[in-house]
């Protein structure tokens, strides 16, 4: 992969605002290539009920802005992507 910053590249799970890994981990491969990208935690059954849990958490939050609110944010989320295009080489 050519990647340029390859911190961009992270091997856990974004939970509850925390980047968290696991002892178990499986592959990620390249379909085209065969090659391995990394690996990745595979949370069990207690990882995956707080990540969900979490994400239900924060999807309360989220859904208390209006559509309009919630197109400006992705919008501006949007535009800072684009501004760092070159970075994550999309």
């Not at 391995?36 to 979490?54: H, M, Q, R, S, Y």
């Not at 992705?74 to 992507?81: C, N, Q, S």
Request: aromatic fraction near 12%; charged fraction near 25%.
């Amino acid at each position: 992969m050519n990647l340029k910053n390859k911190n961009l590249l992270v091997n856990k799970c974004y939970v509850n605002g925390s980047w968290v890994g696991s002892e178990k981990k499986f592959k990620v491969i390249n379909p085209a290539t065969g090659n391995l990208i990394l690996e990745v935690p595979n949370f069990g059954k207690k990882e995956t009920i707080e990540a969900i849990d979490a994400a239900e958490f924060a999807f309360k939050s989220w859904s208390k802005f209006t559509a309009h609110e919630r197109s400006k944010i992705l919008k501006k989320w949007y535009d800072l992507l684009l501004k760092i295009k070159m970075i994550l080489q999309l």
